[in-house]
């Protein structure tokens, strides 16, 4: 009998409380959106599962010694994961559409001001009850603007960590919502005219260019901005390894195995932070509604910027591709090139748009690097 | 409450700063990207490419001769055999 009530009081259904059951829903609930809506299903379903995990009573997982708590703290307390991904991601990205048309990082660097608004915005939050960012929370907010999830999750363990969960649950939702939440602001803010430009082809580009140009983004973030050189430098060894093409083997590993592998332990890490106390909170909801402002600036500011760059150039730019200016590589892409075939169904701007693209990569992990250097 | 306007205050200079370093850096980089494509661009290859096809034209041009130099050899050599 001893033995029995023993059992009974370790099993779960004895130590639910409310808040790990909600929590459980929150979790079943991006299982939902990764399997049947198919939103991001490379990080939500392992964060969603994370999340089960780690409010599982008894279970043990994310208190010292536990599986999540290791990967936690091997993985993103020391900012590993999210730079071994943009190792990946930089093995990944071909810049030959940004180094045939180098003015496109204008737009990269406009579609920024989206983190930097936020920011203002995170703080300005504070003057309702229930509020108190600090600066650093806010600025972690905040690159939720730059849409880009190891920036994101990067930046917000060195500067908010307790956010931290709530910050990549927003990051990756809003990333997967960009086709939702970019058309309408791009159809607000330009002309039907506008929308029907058509862009030059782009230039060739040699494998010289190719290969300098990671060294000399490297070369700059070393002379102007070292606070960015984990994630920049990080992004240009991935892409030196992809373009130099003597070692093909290391590339193929940084864009595949390793990027999956880290990728399942980034997921259930940040899964682990998804616990009842840390998240069910005020600030949570703060966080997403800054979040999704956040992504709505910068769309519009990219938009605004590639509008006054259309008519000072005399109308060669469609102000649609000021829209990839936030990073969501390659999502936001493919939403200027459909939205642009909706006014103009032989006006392919895919490739185009993908120069905005990765400039704002480098944008975000720039803008990233500023707010390290000030507030870090 | 007038922390929370001092911090404002704080965030809108982070803001500026952080526009102004963005637009900065990516700026030189756009120099730094024109001046590499001047020198290390793609050389208009039509012209590199085109001699080189030539020879080969011209080869092919002259085989017919050398395919009936060639048969008649084989038939001679048949004959022999």
Same mark, same amino acid.
């Given at each position: ?376 | &409450? /007038?922390?929370?306007?001092?911090? *404002? ?5 982070? $803001?500026? +700063?952080? &526009? /102004?370093?963005?637009?900065?850096? *990516? ?5 730094? $990207?024109? +001046? ?46």
């Amino acid at each position: 009998m001893d033995g029995l009530i023993a059992f009974w009081a370790e099993s779960g259904i004895a130590n639910f409380d409310g808040g790990q059951l909600l929590m459980m829903g929150v979790g079943c609930i991006l299982l939902y959106l990764a399997i049947a809506k198919k939103f991001e299903p490379l990080l939500l379903l392992p964060i969603g599962f994370g999340a089960i995990l780690a409010n599982i009573p008894n279970g043990g997982f994310t208190d010292e010694g536990g599986l999540l708590y290791f990967a936690y703290y091997v993985g993103i307390e020391t900012g590993i994961f999210p730079l071994l991904i943009f190792m990946g991601v930089g093995a990944l990205t071909d810049f030959g559409a940004l180094i045939a048309n180098p003015k496109m990082l204008l737009l990269g660097a406009a579609a920024q001001f989206g983190i930097f608004a936020t920011l203002l915005g995170a703080i300005a939050l504070n003057w309702i009850p229930g509020f108190d960012f600090s600066m650093t929370d806010a600025a972690a907010i905040a690159i939720i603007g730059g849409a880009d999830g190891p920036t994101a999750i990067f930046l917000a363990s060195k500067l908010a960590p307790e956010l931290l969960g709530a910050i990549a649950v927003a990051a990756y939702s809003y990333m997967a919502l960009v086709p939702l939440i970019q058309p309408p602001i791009m159809r607000l803010l330009t002309t039907e005219a506008e929308r029907q430009i058509k862009m030059e082809q782009l230039r060739e580009v040699s494998k010289k260019e190719k290969i300098i140009f990671p060294l000399m983004v490297l070369g700059l973030t070393i002379l102007f901005l070292p606070a960015a050189t984990p994630l920049v430098g990080m992004f240009c060894l991935g892409n030196l390894m992809r373009e130099s093409g003597v070692v093909d083997r290391l590339s193929s590993t940084a864009q595949n195995e390793l990027i999956n592998i880290v990728t399942i332990f980034l997921g259930l890490a940040v899964g682990s932070k998804l616990s009842a106390e840390q998240f069910l909170q005020m600030e949570t909801l703060g966080i997403l509604v800054l979040g999704a402002v956040a992504f709505s600036i910068g769309t519009a500011s990219g938009v605004l910027m590639a509008k006054v760059m259309s008519k000072l150039s005399g109308g060669k730019i469609n102000p649609l591709l000021g829209a990839a200016g936030v990073s969501a590589v390659p999502m936001a892409a493919r939403v200027v090139n459909k939205v642009g075939l909706e006014s103009n169904n032989q006006n392919f701007l895919l490739m185009h748009a993908m120069g905005p693209n990765v400039a704002g990569v480098l944008g975000s992990a720039v803008a990233a690097g500023v707010l390290l250097a000030v507030l870090g | &409450m /007038a922390s929370i306007s001092e911090q *404002l205050y704080d965030a809108l200079g982070i $803001m500026v +700063l952080g &526009m /102004a370093l963005v637009f900065l850096f *990516l700026s030189f980089l756009i120099l730094a $990207m024109n +001046l590499v494509a001047r020198k290390f661009g793609p050389v208009p290859q039509v012209d590199n490419t085109s001699p080189a096809v030539q020879p080969q034209m011209s080869t092919t041009a002259v085989s017919p001769l050398m395919t009936v130099v060639i048969t008649a050899a084989i038939h001679q050599h048949r004959k022999k055999a």
